[in-house]
């Protein structure tokens, strides 16, 4: 398993200088974040002078303040037409693909007003019409999209990993293509999750990507998740891909994160 950090999280002013602290503090690679209005294929000659430079550029998280679960008909549209540009992008960099939730702070159930606009099954139609789109573009730029189920108190459509595995699979029924998988994500399983080990078991191989944070939201070693069972999860599926911390970070960057590489890396 290799290990990434997102790259707002390093020092540095430029990708080159992040790429170069990133190694020396253990990593491997950098994962992008992804801003909308079409920001991120903005920076394209950034990025590729980067990837030039041999800085290793694998994946990307959004950045945006809507998502393709979102109410209303033309932000969703607009998070589709930014996820393909995405998609896109990274494929053009030589990258493996691009994360989303199905939307952010948009609305919880546990708290008032308690009943959102909008019924399951359309819930469920919104987000099935933009994968079958999304599934097909990704297929097509040879890259994967993988769904990113985020906890109860952020998201009410999509909290846990079987979630995301029945709707990436219908949506590669419906698209007739296999490119949408799962982001698991340390933090919100911990909240949702009754087994994270157990968890990741199920979801196999269509897990495509690992988000490592503690459960409190800080770096790896910082609470109480049981680090050695994730990683003894993650084994058993063959699971060999990137770990990305993404975090908040106690203390400064230039000791915690050789800290939180050191902590991972005793258990992969």
């Known amino acids: 398993m290799k290990l990434s950090c997102q790259e707002q999280l390093l020092p540095g002013t430029t990708l080159q200088e992040k790429f170069d602290f990133a190694v020396r503090a253990g990593f491997d690679g950098i994962e992008l974040r992804a801003r909308g209005d079409g920001h991120f294929a903005a920076r394209l000659p950034e990025l590729r002078a980067a990837v030039r430079d041999g800085v290793v550029l694998r994946t990307v998280c959004p950045e945006t303040d809507h998502?393709?679960?979102?109410?209303?008909?033309?932000?969703?549209?607009?998070?589709?037409?930014?996820?393909r540009s995405q998609l896109s992008v990274i494929a053009e960099l030589g990258?493996?693909?691009?994360?989303?939730?199905?939307?952010?702070?948009?609305?919880?159930?546990?708290?008032?007003?308690?009943?959102?606009?909008?019924?399951?099954?359309?819930?469920?139609?919104?987000?099935l019409e933009a994968l079958v789109e999304l599934s097909a573009h990704a297929a097509a730029e040879g890259v994967?999209?993988?769904?990113?189920?985020?906890?109860r108190y952020e998201d009410y459509m999509l909290n846990r990993l079987d979630q995301a595995v029945e709707l990436g699979e219908e949506a590669g029924r419906l698209s007739g293509h296999d490119s949408v998988r799962v982001v698991a994500d340390l933090f919100h399983m911990n909240i949702e999750e009754d087994d994270l080990a157990?968890?990741?078991?199920?979801?196999?191989?269509?897990?495509?990507?690992?988000?490592?944070?503690?459960?409190?939201?800080?770096q790896p070693g910082t609470g109480h998740l049981d680090f050695p069972a994730v990683f003894a999860a993650l084994r058993e599926i063959g699971y060999d891909d990137w770990l990305t911390l993404e975090c908040r970070l106690r203390g400064a960057p230039e000791t915690a994160l050789p800290d939180t590489t050191r902590f991972l890396r005793q258990h992969l």
């Not at 994967?144 to 985020?150: F, R, T, V």
């Open 95 to 127: 990258g493996e693909g691009v994360l989303t939730p199905a939307s952010w702070g948009m609305f919880s159930l546990r708290l008032p007003p308690f009943t959102p606009p909008r019924p399951p099954e359309e819930d469920r139609a919104v987000l």
């Open 144 to 151: 994967w999209l993988a769904l990113e189920p985020i906890n």
């Open 67 to 83: 998502f393709i679960g979102h109410f209303d008909a033309d932000l969703r549209r607009d998070a589709i037409d930014q996820l």
């Open 198 to 218: 157990k968890a990741i078991t199920a979801a196999g191989s269509r897990i495509a990507h690992v988000h490592v944070d503690d459960s409190n939201r800080l």
